[in-house]
């Protein structure tokens, strides 16, 4: 399937083909999260379930910028009317002003660190804000400490390198995954690297 989406890189294609696997499969809800964030990289997302389950796996208290981001492509996809989603929107939106406004201490923290850990948190929210550039140095800052589940980093720096563009190095960052499911998402994410010159 993997070479199927490489070579004939179709919305329908990828949505076969990321829609098998997480069925098939048990994810954490942090690998799911990057699952999910594949699904919508590719508009693989079509139906109140699979926004729910993104939406679920982000949490509108850890990542509320991207749940409403989400929320709102959901609505312009045609998603809409659901109390669901509504709910989670609100709850979000509700958590933004304070989580913006702790970004620069939580990343003078995660500089002063003797681990990681601040840095991966802290990148992640940058992450879900649309920040890619800040996400991906918070990234490596939290690789160079250690203390983190690199595969998870990884996973997440490839794909901040890949929204700024620069495809080589997030092709290297998904490479360096090599864990267990974390690996085969990561691999769905090298395929959609290559899909992207077909």
Known sequence: MQRLVTAYPTETNWR????????????????????????????????????GEYI??????RLPGEVVAVIDEASANGVSGSSYLSQQKTAAQGNISADKA???????????SSTGKTAAVTA???????????AADLYSVALEKGGVDADEVNTRMGIAKMKVGDNAAAKAAFEAVQGG??????????????????
């Open 16 to 51: 076969d083909t990321l829609v098998v696997y997480r069925d098939g499969v048990t994810l954490s809800d942090q690998e799911n999260l990057d699952l999910m964030r594949l699904m919508r990289q590719v508009g693989a997302l079509k139906s109140e379930r699979d926004y």
């Open 56 to 61: 679920d796996a982000a949490d509108p208290r």
């Open 102 to 112: 702790g970004l620069a201490g939580a990343e003078r923290d995660a500089r002063a």
């Open 124 to 134: 992640e929210a940058y992450l879900g804000y649309g920040d890619y550039a800040k």
């Open 181 to 198: 499911a974390r690996k085969q998402i990561a691999g769905l994410w090298l395929a959609y690297l290559g899909s992207k010159g077909a």
